[in-house]
């Protein structure tokens, strides 16, 4: 069976790794700022994890260019759906960390930076239009996760055609 190259294989468990991280140092600062304790290193660590995610998912887009990619399991309608939920968690991927950036640029935690003074940071990001877009990508990218893992767990447990070999450092 032919299998994702190595450095697909990394970045993707790596990505998994890197927004649980992610989504909980969010809703660390999330629930920091509602009970007025945020702090601009707390800003700074979920901005840089989420920063990576991004970064990680345009090198996979080189590797995928670059390396051969396991042809589709099948033709089916699920197998379609499977690839459409791929690409779109590529986009997701991609979106909230860039509405998390727009958050930064548009809100007073950039001021706040700038200054380096926390008293800056807000309260609430009324108005912020890219505070909602990023919350409600972040919700979209869980379903999507969900989805896309239950389908892993149906090949592998009911299909049992071996597909997390595919995504698996062990060369066969
Ligand atoms: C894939 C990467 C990311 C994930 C999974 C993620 C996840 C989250 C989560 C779960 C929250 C809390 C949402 C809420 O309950 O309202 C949040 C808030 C936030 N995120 Fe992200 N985020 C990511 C990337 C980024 C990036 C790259 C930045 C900025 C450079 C960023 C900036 C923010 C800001 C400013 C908040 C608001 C915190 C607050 O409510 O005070 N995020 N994020
Ligand atoms: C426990 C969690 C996960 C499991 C078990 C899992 C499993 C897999 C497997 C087995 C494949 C290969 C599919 C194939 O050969 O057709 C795959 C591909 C993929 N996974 Fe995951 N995955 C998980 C988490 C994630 C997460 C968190 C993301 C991103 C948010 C993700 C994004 C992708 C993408 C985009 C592909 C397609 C790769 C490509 O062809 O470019 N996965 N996953």
Not at 40 to 61: D, E, K, P, S
């Amino acid at each position: 069976m032919t299998q994702y190259s190595k450095r697909m294989v990394i970045v993707h468990w790596l990505t998994l790794a890197l927004l649980i991280a992610a989504w909980f140092l969010g809703d660390a600062v999330n629930e920091a700022r509602k009970e007025d304790g945020a702090t601009l290193l707390g800003y700074a660590v979920h901005g840089l994890v989420g920063g990576a995610v991004l970064l990680f998912t345009l090198a996979r887009f080189y590797f995928r260019n670059q390396d051969d990619v396991p042809p589709p399991l099948g033709d089916t309608l699920l197998d379609k759906v499977a690839k459409g939920i791929h690409y779109a968690l590529y986009a997701v991927l991609i979106l909230v960390p860039l509405s998390g950036m727009m958050q930064i640029l548009t809100s007073d935690v950039y001021a706040a930076f700038t200054a380096w003074d926390v008293s800056l940071l807000p309260k609430k990001f009324t108005g912020v239009t890219a505070h909602e877009v990023h919350e409600i990508l972040v919700n979209v990218l869980i379903v999507l996760v969900v989805v896309h893992v239950l389908g892993a767990l149906k090949h592998q447990f009911i299909s049992k055609d071996g597909i997390m070999e595919r995504m698996s450092l062990r060369r066969k």
